[in-house]
């Protein structure tokens, strides 16, 4: 397996022992797949963040929304 593949797969599963190992050696003698693994954990980071403030945007809209027709609903009495 590519040292690339199992920088991705370690960021959504847990690698074996051997692969841990391998990855481990790999990097120690390749510093392009060392950048790569800290810029995809970077990446991985900012979507993840990125993925979390649309779900608090849109909680926030939809608790203005219910706000509003409670507010329009007091005017109508």
């Known amino acids: 397996m590519k040292a690339t593949e199992l920088i991705e797969k370690k960021f959504h599963f847990e690698l074996s022992v051997k692969e841990k190992l391998q990855l481990k050696m790999h990097k120690m003698m390749c510093s392009a797949c060392s950048n790569y693994e800290k810029q995809s954990s970077l990446i991985e980071k900012v979507i993840s963040n990125l993925e979390k403030s ?24």
Do not use: R
């Open 54 to 77: 649309k779900v608090s945007t849109i909680d926030v809209e939809a608790l203005k929304s219910t706000i509003t027709k409670k507010i329009e609903g007091l005017d109508e009495n």
